[in-house]
C-alpha cells in the first residue's frame, strides 16, 4: 500500500510540474489560443535557464516571455511571426531548435561529420590489424621441436 502511495505521489509531482511554470493568470481564455500558446512556449528557450523552455521556467524573463507571446497571439500573429519578432529581438539562441541557415550549418553537420570520422576510424584501424599468422615451414617445427625439448630437460 505504501508502495503504491509513494508511486502515485512521484507521477502526481512528474506530471505536475509542467503546470507549474505557466501561472492561471497568463492562460488565454480561448482554449485554441491557449494550445497554440503553450506549444509555441515549449519551442524557445528561457534566456536565463538556457536548457528550458520558457514554458516549464520560473524565471521573471520567461513569464514575461509566455505573456509576449500571448499577447502578440490574441493580436491575430501567426506562430512563424511570433518566433520571427522574438528572434529579431533575442536573436537565434532563443530557439530551442535552431533553424538551418549558413550561419547554422557547422552546427548541423557537425554530428554526420563526427559519424563520418568514427566510421572512418574503424575501417583504419581493421585494415591495420596484424596480418594472420602463416603456418610454420618444417624446418621451423623441427627447431621448435628442438627448443621445446631442451626446455623440458633443464
Known sequence: MVKRFIVLLWLSAALSAQALAVE?????KDPALEARARA???TLRCMVCQN???DESNAPLARDLRLLVRERIKHGDSD???REFLVARYGEFILLEPRF???TWLLWAVPVLVLIAGV???VLALRRRAPAAAPLSDE???RLSALLEKN???
Do not use: C, H, T, Y
Open 24 to 28: 492561471p493568470d497568463e492562460i488565454l
Open 40 to 42: 509555441l512556449s515549449q
Open 52 to 54: 528550458e523552455s520558457i
Open 80 to 82: 512563424a511571426e511570433v
Open 101 to 103: 541557415s549558413p550561419r
Open 120 to 122: 572512418g576510424g574503424i
Open 140 to 142: 621451423e617445427r623441427r
Open 152 to 154: 623440458n630437460k633443464v
